[in-house]
């Protein structure tokens, strides 16, 4: 897919308005990947995880994917500039911040 078509596939205004469960609300939104962090393991803990944050241009999240879809990171498909659709997720409030946890999406480019 060319570029520009995916970035402006983006919806825009659609990460605040999942937390605000706003009918009507992109139910599985398109936004950009710009960063991707291993997250800090705790004492025992084997499992790695990651924190990426996803854009629509107007908003910013923190996401925590779920372990299943650690391959995305480590075959390269997931990465910072890629547009993705979330597809399965949940919004929570984690200690008063916004976070998404992911279980799958789908790449767009």
């Known amino acids: 897919m060319d570029p520009s078509v995916a ?5 825009v205004g659609s990460l605040q308005a999942i937390f605000q469960d706003a009918p009507g609300r ?11 962090k ?11 995880r990651y924190r990426v ?5 107007k908003n910013y999240v923190q996401t ?4 299943s879809i650690n391959d995305e990171i480590h075959q390269d ?4 500039g890629v547009i993705a659709k979330l597809l ?5 409030n984690v200690k008063g911040k916004r976070c998404v946890m992911l279980d799958d999406r789908e790449e767009w480019c």
């Open 38 to 48: 291993p997250m800090q393991q705790g004492n025992g803990e084997a499992t790695e």
């Open 88 to 92: 399965t997720y949940q919004a929570n």
């Open 64 to 67: 925590m994917l779920a372990t």
């Open 26 to 36: 992109v139910q599985q939104p398109v936004v950009q990947c710009v960063q991707i």
């Open 77 to 80: 498909r997931l990465k910072k």
């Open 53 to 57: 944050v996803f854009s629509d241009t």
């Open 7 to 11: 970035i402006s596939a983006i919806n």
